[in-house]
């Protein structure tokens, strides 16, 4: 058994941002969620819009790594419209069942975070071990390392007793 694995969405890369940074803190796995339809441009925009709000679940392509070999699996995703992204939707959606231990985090202009956690939690069926939402002005100007470093030491923390 692995002791984590990272698996994120970004249709813009600050996700990815902070996915690799919790992995490199964690020295673990990493896996991105991937489109199988293309999300550029305007139209690629207002589709992610109206699948998140309608809680689409559209295909993505085949994951390599396998949520069973993980002790911890940290969940990664962009708000979209104060949803969950519909690709992350997808993937929890379809491994939830195999998840031990869940930690999320998502990423966001400013608001919509802290739903979309809860959202995350209730797709999943159990609490976060730990969870953060991190506004864009934050990721990209540095001051979200205090907020990272307290979320892998939470994600992290020896659990107290063995799960059944
Ligand atoms: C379709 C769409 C809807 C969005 N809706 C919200 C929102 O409701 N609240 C918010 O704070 N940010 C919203 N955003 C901004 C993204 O959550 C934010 O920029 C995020 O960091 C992008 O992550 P990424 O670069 O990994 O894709 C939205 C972005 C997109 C593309």
Known sequence: MKPCLV??????????????????ACACDIEPVRDVRPRTGWAGYLRSGREAFARKTPPIAAMTRNPDDYELVILGSPVWVGRLSAPMRSYVQANAARFRRVAAFCTMGGSGG???????????????LARMALADHEIKSGQDRDKIGMFV???TAAPTRPLA
């Open 7 to 24: 698996v994120y969405y970004s249709r813009t890369g600050i996700t990815q941002d902070v996915a690799t940074r919790i992995a490199a």
């Open 114 to 128: 802290d739903k979309v956690l809860d959202g995350i939690a209730a797709l999943c069926g159990k609490p976060l």
């Open 153 to 155: 030491q939470a994600a």
